[in-house]
T-cell receptor, first 115, second 113 residues
Framework: AQKITQTQPGMFVQEKEAVTLDCTYD???????LFWYKQPSSGEMIFLIY??????QNATEGRYSLNFQKARKSANLVISASQLGDSAMYFC????????????FGTGTSLTVIP | ETGVTQTPRHLVMGMTNKKSLKCEQH?????MYWYKQSAKKPLELMFV???????ENNSVPSRFSPECPNSSHLFLHLHTLQPEDSALYLC????????????FGPGTRLTVL
């Protein structure tokens, strides 16, 4: 069975500091993708970054980077130089080849950026 | 119009009403999804459609009835709902590869009185 675990219900970070949001996953599928989404208070889910299971390098998108440790089955999101607008819920998700169109989401981490 | 759109954005209904939520995607994707997100709870997958065919139904009560007339449109028909059905309903679409992300609509915030 596929599973995503986010153990941090809430996190605080000072503006301009970096923060790491944890995500671990469980799958027996050798081919899968890992995704991070941001959900502001408005409700819309915004795609941030993708990491493939066969990617050799960690994904980066602007201030977002993904610390992918395949052996530990972790895919932590790192946000550098936090901004007030980064305050939101963050969800980790996984999609595997053998589970077709099914996405598996974690329970989310609420991030608050403090001025 | 681009991306994934949902209407209405807000809906208040009584338990005896019948209403429908609409989702439309302009991205050429072949899979569409309905999720329910209750306050302080994780996303719950409700239905998945792939090329108009339903592939997942996660034990959703029959008072929720999905309809997918084509790959671009998805409906969620609601009838005799309960107050605990009040939630944010999110529609999403994606392509079929495991490396394709989902694109979400803005959601419909539903309140059942």
């Amino acid at each position: 069975a596929q599973k995503i675990t986010q153990t941090q219900p809430g996190m605080f970070v000072q503006e301009k500091e970096a923060v790491t949001l944890d995500c671990t996953y469980d799958t027996s599928d050798p081919s899968y993708g890992l995704f991070w989404y941001k959900q502001p208070s408005s409700g819309e889910m915004i795609f941030l970054i993708y990491q493939g299971s066969y990617d050799q390098q960690n994904a980066t998108e602007g201030r977002y980077s993904l610390n992918f440790q395949k052996a530990r089955k972790s895919a932590n999101l790192v946000i550098s130089a936090s901004q007030l607008g980064d305050s939101a819920m963050y969800f980790c998700a996984m999609r595997a080849v053998n589970t077709g169109n099914q996405f598996y989401f974690g329970t989310g981490t609420s991030l608050t950026v403090i001025p | 119009e681009t991306g994934v759109t949902q209407t209405p954005r807000h809906l208040v209904m009584g338990m005896t009403n019948k209403k429908s939520l609409k989702c439309e995607q302009h991205l050429g994707h072949n899979a569409m999804y309905w999720y329910k997100q209750s306050a302080k709870k994780p996303l719950e997958l409700m239905f998945v459609y792939n090329f108009k065919e339903q592939t997942e139904n996660n034990s959703v009560p029959s008072r929720f009835s999905p309809e997918c007339p084509n790959s671009s449109h998805l409906f969620l028909h609601l009838h005799t709902l309960q107050p605990e059905d009040s939630a944010l309903y999110l529609c999403a679409s994606s392509q079929e590869r495991h490396y394709n992300e989902q694109f979400f609509g803005p959601g419909t915030r539903l309140t059942v009185l």
